[in-house]
């Protein structure tokens, strides 16, 4: 099945590709825009047809490699 | 002095590293990603600069995985010396043996150029040559060398020592170079034997390539 883990910089840790995109989305006009965050998306195929397994596995690379904690989040979806 | 110099697929100050450590007289050894031990008899472990693995994922985030990486630590738990320079820095914050994180650059900008470097803490065994708040000409070569730290974690690195250098200018008050967390530079564990820095001493040996000041920074690892 496959599992798709966002990773994002934590509130507060300040972004600094979103923050370049935003004044650029900016000074090209597009208004109303009150802030940018910049993430990854890291789609992974999961052999397994279990869902709750495949959420804990995802979850373990998760803290091991995919993000780093110090200063990201995550988020898991299985399809 | 026995220093090993460790080199991962897209490390590239290993050379210049050897040079440095010899200059002032040192043995070294590079020791490949894949082994599972450090030679014997060494006095410090450096984690030299480049780009391992591409930087992929985040710089630093796959080197720390590698076999060797497991001995480095088993070293440094036994109080060996370990010390890291720009991607080693990174490597040893994503292995949890350093405080914080490194982000990309706040301008997004890779930035090379010699920059002056404000000495805050010599009580440990890297500094001990530097004078406190002296102003040391070091080069950097970063794209992600925005250090993070929460504030909480900061003041206890403070008070106990470990913000060892800050980017600054060349009276000592501290400059925005990359977005740094009050600018640092340089930092090292709370047990005051694993270092990292993102600036350059190894670069910095030779008086006609610009400074010499790298010489009393990597001698302090003689006392």
Redesign the interface.
């Known amino acids: 099945m496959k599992a798709i883990v966002n990773v994002f910089?934590k509130e507060g840790?300040?972004d600094?590709?979103g923050?370049?995109a935003h004044h650029a989305l900016h000074s090209l006009g597009f208004e109303g825009v009150s802030d940018v965050r910049i993430g990854k998306q890291i789609i992974l195929e999961i052999d397994t047809s279990d869902k709750a397994e495949a959420e804990a596995k995802v979850k373990e690379m998760a803290e091991t490699?995919?993000a780093?904690t110090?200063?990201e989040d995550y988020t898991i979806e299985i399809a | 002095m026995k220093v090993a110099v460790l080199r991962f697929p897209g490390t590239n100050c290993e050379f210049d590293t050897q040079y440095a450590f010899e200059k002032l007289g040192h043995e070294t050894e590079l020791v490949w990603h894949e082994e599972t031990t450090l030679p014997e008899d060494i006095d410090l472990v450096v984690v030299p600069g480049g780009f391992s693995y591409g930087d992929y994922l985040r710089s630093g985030s796959i080197a720390r995985f590698a076999p060797v990486m497991k001995a480095v630590k088993a070293y440094a738990d036994n109080g060996g010396k370990v010390l890291g320079i720009c991607n080693g820095f990174q490597i040893l914050t994503e292995a949890g043996m350093l405080p914080g994180a490194l982000k990309r650059n706040h301008h997004l900008h890779f930035i090379s150029k010699h920059q002056t470097i404000c000495v805050v803490s010599n009580d440990n065994a890297f500094l001990n040559k530097c004078e406190k708040d002296e102003v040391l000409n070091i080069p950097i070569a970063h794209a992600d060398g925005n250090y993070y730290i929460d504030e909480e974690s900061l003041a206890k690195m403070e008070a106990n020592g470990q913000i060892l250098l800050r980017y600054s200018d060349a009276e000592g008050n501290r400059l925005v170079v990359n977005g740094s967390v009050t600018s640092i530079a340089g930092v090292c564990n709370e047990t005051k034997n694993v270092f990292g820095l993102m600036p350059h001493p190894e670069r910095a040996m030779e008086a006609i390539l610009g400074s010499q000041d790298g010489i009393r920074m990597l001698q302090g690892f003689e006392a």
Do not use: E, Y
Request: glycine share 0%; charged share 10%.
């Open positions: 910089l840790v300040l600094p590709q923050k370049a490699l995919l780093n110090v200063i």
